[in-house]
């Protein structure tokens, strides 16, 4: 069972939530999340803005 919320901001990325389409899933399992500092280690999914700004600290 997936968590449809980005766990770097928290926000839903359901579908019809304007963050579906790009979503991307985070392959981490929750521990490797929290060891990361993610905010939101629970959530399965990276939205398009907060992929693009980890790419960009990159
Ligand atoms: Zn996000």
Redesign the pocket.
């Known amino acids: 069972m997936k968590v449809e919320i980005?766990n770097?901001?928290g926000?839903s990325v359901k579908q019809g939530s304007g963050l579906f389409v790009n979503r991307v899933r985070d392959l981490d399992n929750i521990t490797t999340r929290e060891e990361n500092g993610k905010p939101y280690p629970n959530g399965d999914f990276?939205?398009i803005?907060?992929d693009d700004k980890l790419r960009g600290n990159k």
């Open positions: 980005c770097e901001c926000r990276i939205c803005e907060c």
